[in-house]
Nanobody, 124 residues
Framework: QVQLVESGGGLVQAGGSLRLSCAAS????????VGWFRQGPGKEHQFVGA????????YYADSVKGRFTISRDKDKNTVYLQMNSLKSEDTAVYYC?????????????????WGQGTQVTVSS
């Protein structure tokens, strides 16, 4: 397992942008695929997107495709979620998760490490 810490959440107006960071401890993090999830009030964890361990493969939920971008900086042991054109329905707690596999899962339980989450609130 690795330890994950998200940051970068906050309050933003609809149409605005935020960049979330997922910083990891552990020298093996670069061998982990990373996923981003979100959870709104009273809802289940929803898959947002994932990036492969190499960074060469990225995939997204249809609801965020074209607006959100995942990237990773292996030198900094950090994965980012760039969120543009934010909508009120993007309001949620955002989590990153990691798995020691080449590709991430769309299922929350397909990972073995999770961060504590960061709140994103989009005002309309």
């Amino acid at each position: 397992q690795v330890q994950l810490v998200e940051s970068g959440g906050g309050l933003v107006q609809a149409g605005g942008s935020l960049r979330l960071s997922c910083a990891a401890s552990g020298r093996t993090f670069n061998n982990y695929a990373v996923g981003w999830f979100r959870q709104g009030p009273g809802k289940e964890h929803q898959f947002v997107g994932a990036i492969s361990w190499s960074g060469g493969s990225r995939y997204y939920a249809d609801s965020v495709k074209g607006r959100f971008t995942i990237s990773r900086d292996k030198d900094k042991n950090t994965v980012y979620l760039q969120m543009n054109s934010l909508k009120s329905e993007d309001t949620a707690v955002y989590y990153c998760a990691a798995t020691p596999k080449a590709f991430g899962d769309t299922d929350w339980y397909g990972y073995n490490s999770w961060g504590q989450g960061t709140q994103v609130t989009v005002s309309s």
